[in-house]
């Protein structure tokens, strides 16, 4: 079963900040995050492992409720190349397959 | 540069003809994936493998199937096309530990 994600589209200014976030029914060993540009495969952003860490590089960091199901994608100060659809997959625990939400399309303007 | 490849990026096939998509990567990874996008319903898992010749179903099996005869490569076979599967179709592969997937630029067929 598909996680949830909200909201299912975006749009902001140069140097706002938002939140994506992502939920599941299912128990969860991981959470992944991915951009994909127009027209472009979808590209790894991070991991997040259960155990409620939360990661980060440059201004965009996520981090893992393990008890709710949930993780959340922040981007602060947004530049325009953050542009595109956010798509998280989450991982079951006793399973490797990665199954996908139906993602959050972004778009920066300035 | 890490690579998953796929053979054809536009496609256009007649109802009920048998389709091959191929996939094949340069990263020896034990795992790989095949996905269809569709607009408004993200990635959705088609089949995946975890070894040669090992296959497990994903969530949208029905009118697919797959072959991994060898670790590098993926193919996705639909056996008689039909024009609901018209679709961006999306391979990935990723280590056994499934920490980060590649994908490959994406198939897009039309099945008319």
């Known amino acids: 079963q598909q996680p949830v994600q909200s909201p299912q589209a975006v749009i902001l200014r140069e140097g706002e900040d938002a939140v994506i976030n992502c939920s599941s029914s299912k128990a969860l060993y991981s959470v992944h995050w991915y951009r994909q540009k127009h027209g472009e495969a979808p590209v790894f952003l991070m991991i997040l492992l259960k155990g409620g860490e939360q990661k980060g590089h440059d201004k965009i960091s996520a981090s893992f409720n393990e008890k709710k199901q949930q993780s959340s994608l922040y981007l602060t100060a947004s530049q325009l190349s953050y542009s595109g659809t956010y798509f998280c997959g989450t991982e079951s625990t006793g399973g490797f397959k990665t199954i996908f939400g139906a993602g959050t399309r972004l778009f920066v303007k300035a | 540069d890490v690579k998953v490849t796929q053979s054809s990026r536009y496609l256009v096939k007649r109802t009920g003809e048998k389709v091959f998509l191929e996939c094949v990567q340069d990263m020896d990874h034990e795992n790989m994936f095949w996905y269809r996008q569709d607009p408004g319903l993200g990635l959705r898992l088609i089949y995946f493998?975890?070894?040669?010749?090992?296959?497990e179903k994903g969530d949208i099996p029905e009118g697919y199937s797959v072959s991994r005869e060898k670790k590098e490569r993926f193919s996705l076979i639909l056996e008689s096309a039909s024009t609901n599967q018209t679709s961006m179709y999306l391979c990935?592969?990723?280590?056994?530990?499934?920490?980060?997937?590649?994908f490959g630029q994406g198939t897009r067929l039309t099945v008319v």
């Open positions: 990935a592969s990723s280590s056994p530990l499934n920490t980060e997937a590649f």
């Open positions: 493998s975890y070894d040669v010749k090992m296959k």
